[in-house]
């Protein structure tokens, strides 16, 4: 789904809307994606979710709950055994139509910016009737972004840097979420938006574009300095490299309500550096 079009499936519309909230008393809503999950806790409707996704660990009693599969693997089976009312599906999920056949109400998403994230939080709003809230954590959201973003060591400003987010390598290109934050943060990335969102890159591409800093999971970039020619990049050299345990690199690599905070856990890992 692209980033212009509707985040509500068209031919569930009618299914997904709720007048003012009015039907929430008896709504069950399964989340199938940790930030959709996140999304509908800090819009005020946490005990509502009856079902997540594997990767959903929280907030507070979420972890709890039944899980449903991961997000490419997501079980019709146990999503239709929780009997919800409602299904977010994330974007690897490919359930909507089968959901929609047994008459449940369905909206999926595909989050890959920021604006794809508002827009994210604002159809969410408007499905539980908190429209004034969701425009109250969207703008939240922008002042932690303005926040983190005045943390920022002034050495540190328009420096390149690359994100792995994967094997292959896998790459976050300066189209995604994440790829924002760091702009917002005055940072250059070197995987750019004609590369698509997320890419394979070339190990050597990487070397010639010698990155100043490097942020990825700490279990991949343990041994850089092993990979032909990365000793020698500024970012190895000069130890400026952030290695995210997993509950870190989770937070940033979820596109929802905690991009703030993710950007302020990059800030404090900048302003680590030697």
């Known amino acids: ?20 909230g009015a039907a929430l008393a008896q709504q069950r809503i399964v989340t ?20 997540t996704d594997r ?32 299904v977010l599906l994330g974007p690897r ?3 909507d ?11 999926s998403f595909n989050v890959r910016t920021h604006a794809e994230q508002q827009a994210m939080l604002r159809a969410l709003g408007h499905t539980l009737g ?41 790459a976050a290109s300066s189209a995604t979420f994440i790829g924002e934050t760091l702009v917002r943060l005055g940072l250059v990335n070197i995987v750019g938006a004609d590369q698509g969102f997320f890419p394979r890159v ?13 942020i990825g999971p700490a279990a991949m970039l343990s041994n850089l300095a092993q990979r032909p020619g990365w000793a020698q990049l500024p970012a190895v050299r000069g130890q400026q490299v952030c290695a995210l345990d997993a509950e870190r690199m989770a937070l940033l690599e979820r596109p929802g309500p905690r991009l703030g905070e993710a950007a302020h856990m990059l800030v404090d890992c900048l302003r680590a550096f030697p």
């Open 55 to 86: 990767y959903s660990t929280g907030p507070g009693p979420v972890a709890d709950l039944p899980k449903v599969g991961g997000l490419a693997d997501a079980s019709l089976e146990r999503i239709v055994a929780l009997r919800p009312d409602l």
């Open 93 to 95: 999920t490919r359930l």
């Open 32 to 51: 199938v994606a940790p930030s959709l999950t996140e999304s509908v806790c800090a819009l005020g409707y946490c005990e509502r979710i009856v079902g």
């Open 130 to 170: 908190e429209t004034a809230r969701a425009e109250a954590l969207i703008a939240q959201i922008e002042r932690e972004l303005n926040a983190a973003a005045a943390r920022v060591p002034a050495r540190l400003r328009g420096r390149s840097v690359y994100v792995e987010i994967g094997l292959g390598p896998k």
């Open 97 to 107: 139509e089968r959901l929609a056949q047994l008459g449940i109400a369905v909206q």
């Open 202 to 214: 070339n190990p050597e591409w990487i070397v010639r574009r010698s990155p100043d800093l490097i």
């Open 1 to 20: 789904m692209g980033a212009k079009g509707p985040l509500v499936l068209p031919a569930l519309a009618a299914a997904c809307c709720l007048a003012g």
